[in-house]
């Protein structure tokens, strides 16, 4: 019954965070944004202490995003504001900017 519960115990806990612990690792060596130094400072951190060292790693370089609906990305924000302007100077009527509009915030929409 021993040998059951620690074979449960090694496949449900320790083997993920195995896993977990190679894949930071790999992951850590092949992101170009991180210098050496850091490379070396987050290493130490992972083997170190593998659990915060993990969790702390990828919060830090996989930061969630905002929540969805939390308003227009940037960039739609910036076509909007060029084809305001590009109305305000003349070079589109209202029907054509509502037209653009629609279709911007359509595909907005629609992602």
Request: charged share 15%; aromatic share 12%; no cysteine.
């Amino acid at each position: 019954m021993d040998s059951f519960w620690s074979t449960f115990w090694t496949l449900l806990i320790f083997l993920p965070l195995l896993l977990l612990w190679v894949f930071a690792l790999i992951d850590l060596f092949g992101n170009p944004e991180v210098s050496g130094l850091a490379k070396a400072l987050w290493a130490i951190a992972i083997v170190l202490v593998p659990i915060v060292g993990m969790i702390t790693y990828f919060v830090v370089m996989y930061p969630s995003d905002a929540p969805a609906g939390s308003g227009p990305s940037p960039d739609l924000a910036d076509q909007l504001t060029k084809l305001a302007g590009l109305r305000d100077d003349g070079v589109l009527t209202e029907d054509e900017f509502q037209r653009e509009k629609d279709k911007l915030l359509g595909v907005a929409a629609a992602s």
